[in-house]
């Protein structure tokens, strides 16, 4: 059973600093997403990593992928208060164009001035 | 990116009833997908939506409590069966994109009492 575990699930930051969100994975997969949700809001995608060694760059956010490792990382720096939301990794679990996705618990990001 | 719409946006329904969800694509799409994201909780995979065949069931998810349709490549429905409190979630229809990216609907908020 694949399972996918990110950490921290909570996550407190002051503006200006750096931090990482891990994002391990259990089973071979050859595509890793980043979503971010507001509260009340559906799912935004923010990054698809197909490949080992893939980084992604948006804004203030990196995402990385490591398949060796089975390791995803979410890369934020110099947080401003607007990236506060919760941020899920996931993980195909079928590979291929199969579509099904599963999730991490979420970590959940407070940026504070 | 597609253009997800979903009907209702939220319902409060009574124990014992049942709900059909729409989800409408703006454009031809070969999978579709219904999640259930319960209270505070992360995003599970319920089924994947076949057209022209039976949906696909997770483990722990079956037919009889969440019949799927999908009539064409543009539109699914998901209802949910005798509705209990358990049931209270905000659910979630996803569709795969042409570049690998999954997109998610807006989601629709059930109440159960």
């Known amino acids: 059973e694949l399972k996918v575990e990110q950490n921290p699930l909570f996550l407190s930051m002051q503006e200006g600093k750096n931090y990482t969100i891990y994002c391990n994975y259990s089973t071979t997969s050859d595509r890793l997403y980043w979503y971010r949700q507001d509260p009340g809001k559906s799912l935004e995608s923010l990054f698809v990593?197909?490949?080992?060694?893939a980084v992604k760059q948006e804004g203030r956010l990196m995402a990385s992928l490591d398949t060796k490792a089975r390791l995803s990382t979410l890369h934020i720096t110099a947080a401003v208060h607007d990236l506060s939301a919760t941020y899920f990794c996931?993980?195909?679990?079928?590979?291929?164009?199969?579509?099904?996705?599963?999730f991490g618990k979420g970590t959940k990001l407070s940026v504070k001035p | 990116s597609a253009v997800i719409s979903q009907k209702p946006s939220r319902d409060i329904c009574q124990r014992g009833t049942s709900l059909t969800i729409q989800c409408q694509v703006d454009s031809q799409v070969t999978m579709m997908f219904w999640y259930r994201q319960q209270p505070g909780q992360s995003l599970t995979l319920i089924a994947t939506a076949n057209q022209g065949s039976e949906a696909t069931y997770e483990s722990g998810f079956v037919i009889d409590k969440f019949p799927i349709s999908r009539p064409n490549l543009t539109f699914s429905t998901l209802t949910v069966s005798n509705l209990s409190p358990e049931d209270s979630s905000i659910y979630l229809c996803?569709?795969?994109?042409?570049?690998?990216?999954?997109?998610f609907g807006p989601g629709t908020r059930l109440t159960v009492l």
């Open positions: 996803s569709v795969e994109g042409l570049v690998i990216e999954q997109f």
């Open positions: 990593l197909l490949s080992n060694g």
């Open positions: 996931a993980v195909d679990i079928y590979g291929g164009s199969q579509g099904n996705l599963i």
